[in-house]
């Protein structure tokens, strides 16, 4: 019947790449539709998705989680340096880094602004057929190899995320992360199967969806900067081994939806309150983007934390 074998899987097919139908609402919804994800080489600007790498590369090898002597934008993990770091503290709300870097990172104004790049708000513009509402909640994934360290259970976004089951995120790596590296693998298909049931695991997130033996291929590829997966809130995915041993994976999460549909109050604070936004834009140069959300008359509802641990169904 069922096993928890996302994990172990090696994914057997390459993402497909979307390209080609952008501009193409309809052919774009389909698709969609269909496989539960899309995927667009060079969707960004690798200059902008390098210079973001940079600044995020600069708080690690600050804390001292880079070799020393070597480029941090290399990303060169210290081993054992970063071994040092208990591990509960390590694992903080799934960032694979303590809270006090992650605040650093959090002040990044580039970090949030990336967000708002034209080329993500018209693919969303595509999707939903109104301009989105990007969530203002955005999270940082610093995977520092470590003896400790566990990647991404497979899961949905909706478990954690709620609000609309019409949420699309957009996951994209800081650089490049050829598969070795570990980047995000997704179950084609598998939004179609609905809410799954969970269990606690270690990794990003800490649930993990019992995956029915139900055929879906684990889809990924060999990732450069710029490239980006987007996927709906039920759609299956997972973070892939880092097998390169001391490189360490730097992506960013963002999410999109449908401005007239439910979000969550929890989406509408920075990652898991780690600051105030106004101590997030405390050094900001352009207050543009700042409080972008307020004006906009938005349906909020409470996260319902009874949700993760309900039996939707074990296939
Ligand atoms: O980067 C990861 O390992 C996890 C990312 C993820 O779960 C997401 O983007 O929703
Ligand atoms: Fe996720």
Known sequence: MTTATGTTTNPTVELVDSTPLLGDAQALLAR????GYLFFRGLLARDRVLGLRAQMMDVAARHGWLVDGTDPMDGIADVDAFDRVPPVEA???????????YRDIYQIEEFHAIGHDPALTSLYTSLFGVEPLRQPLSIARVMIPGTGFVPTPPHQDYIHIQGTKNVWTAWFPLGDCP????GLAVLVGSQKDGLLTYHAAQGAGELEAYICDSGLPWATTDYAAGDVLT????????????KLGDLVRLSLDLRYQRPDEEITRGSLTPHCNILEWDEVYRDWQDPSLQYYW?????????????LRWQKHKIC
């Open 179 to 182: 598969r070795d590296l570990g």
């Open 294 to 306: 307020r004006d906009r008359p938005l349906k909020v509802i409470e996260h319902d934390e009874k």
């Open 32 to 35: 969609a539709f269909e496989d």
């Open 231 to 242: 996927f709906n809130s039920l759609t299956v995915h997972r973070g892939t081994p880092n």
């Open 91 to 101: 694992a903080f709300c799934g960032t694979g880094i303590p809270l006090d870097a």
